[in-house]
Structure formats: C-alpha cells, structure tokens
T-cell receptor, first 116, second 116 residues
Framework: DGGITQSPKYLFRKEGQNVTLSCEQN?????MYWYRQDPGQGLRLIYY???????QKGDIAEGYSVSREKKESFPLTVTSAQKNPTAFYLC???????????????FGPGTRLLVL | AQKVTQAQTEISVVEKEDVTLDCVYE???????LFWYKQPPSGELVFLIR??????QNEISGRYSWNFQKSTSSFNFTITASQVVDSAVYFC?????????????FGGGTRLMVKP
C-alpha cells in the first residue's frame, strides 16, 4: 500500500540526548515536511524539503535538524538544544509544489515524543 | 502575513444534528489554496478537501459540505446528520501560491464531540 510511515509511535528522550524520528514515503512525492503539534494547538512547520539534498527551515527550526539523502526518507533529529521537545510530530509529503492540483499534503500517523 | 482563525475551540452536538465549523483566513495573495483536515483520536491528519481561490463553488461530498466565500474570507465546513464517528479535531489550513515551499498555515483546530 502507498503511504507515509513514521516510527516509532512513541519515543522517550532523556535530558541532553539527541533522538531521531523516522519518516518514509512510497508515494513518489518530491516534497516532504515536518510539523510539530502541541496539545490543543494547530501544527507548526519545523523543516521542509523539496528535493534530495536540499531542505529549508520552517517557523520553528531551532533545536532540530534534518537530512534528505533519499527521496523516500526525511528523518528529523531533535537535538539537546531543543529545550521543550515534548509534542506530537507529524511528517507530510506532497508532489512538488507548482503542479497545481497536486499540491495537497498527505500526513503520516505521527510520533509522540516525551521527555523523561 | 497569512493567518487562519478557527474561533470555535470545541463544539458538542447530539448525533443526527447538523454542525458547522467556521474558518476565517487572512492573506495578501490573490492565488491561494484552502484545506480541511480531520484528526481522529489516533492522531493522523486525514485530508478532506482542497479549494483554490478562483473556485468559489460550494462543494458537497456525502454528509460533508463546504461554503467558500471570498467576500468574508471564510471557508466553513458543515456536517449534516452528524455521527459519533465524526468526533475528531478538524483543522482548516491555507497555502499561498507565492509560497515556494507550499507551506501550510493551520488554524488552531475545532474539537467536535458527537454524543450518541
């Protein structure tokens, strides 16, 4: 089945630790995105990537890093510099922006990150 | 700057009632796209509809209908004869055509509770 997978479903981080969230898609989408959702709030963009080996900061990139070595994969690392990482993280993908009707972003099931 | 406002944070209805979720947006672009997503308790965002700024026709899909009015910058969502399975958080979102990254700006969401 085509879709977006995120792992793990739950992730626990210790003080000072870096953790990496996985996002994989087999939709042949060019663009991928990472959003953060805090309880009772909307989603905020962390990073996005339109092509392999290129990515751009979103509204709240501080304390996060990403890589895009393959079209299918867009992992997000939450670094120790992120002082308040507890949140729900959602990955999305879309066909390359500019192709009119195909710009809809589709989302994965999310990863819930908790700080110990 | 773009902005999406969902003034209703929480709505509670009894099954079979009709319910309307409000969405008001702000943008300086003349070309933009509006979206509605559903987030059930599992957390994944489910795409419901995409509408571009040049298409003001209302749309109906089964029990769902959308009313887009540029004059009031609103894109409201109505569920007819609500069911318990409609209980979820619903997000309205905006993407501007001038935004090369196809980034979405989300409203804060409306939590809909449908009671049997």
């Amino acid at each position: 089945d085509g879709g977006i997978t995120q792992s793990p479903k739950y992730l626990f981080r210790k003080e000072g630790q870096n953790v990496t969230l996985s996002c994989e898609q087999n939709l042949n989408h060019d663009a991928m995105y990472w959003y953060r959702q805090d309880p009772g709030q909307g989603l905020r963009l962390i990073y996005y990537s339109q092509i392999v080996n290129d990515f751009q900061k979103g509204d709240i990139a501080e304390g996060y890093s990403v890589s895009r070595e393959k079209k299918e994969s867009f992992p997000l690392t939450v670094t120790s510099a992120q002082k308040n990482p507890t949140a729900f993280y959602l990955c999305a993908s879309s066909i390359l922006p500019g192709l009119a009707d195909e710009e809809t972003q589709y989302f994965g099931p999310g990863t819930r990150l908790l700080v110990l | 700057a773009q902005k999406v406002t969902q003034a209703q944070t929480e709505i509670s209805v009894v099954e079979k009632e009709d319910v309307t979720l409000d969405c008001v947006y702000e943008t300086r672009d003349t070309t933009y796209y509006l979206f509605w997503y559903k987030q059930p308790p599992s957390g994944e965002l489910v795409f419901l509809i995409r509408r571009n700024s040049f298409d003001e026709q209302n749309e109906i899909s089964g029990r769902y209908s959308w009313n887009f009015q540029k004059s009031t910058s609103s894109f409201n969502f109505t569920i007819t004869a609500s069911q318990v399975v409609d209980s979820a958080v619903y997000f309205c979102a905006l993407s501007e055509a001038s935004n090369a990254g196809n980034m979405l700006t989300f409203g804060g969401g409306t939590r809909l509770m449908v009671k049997p």
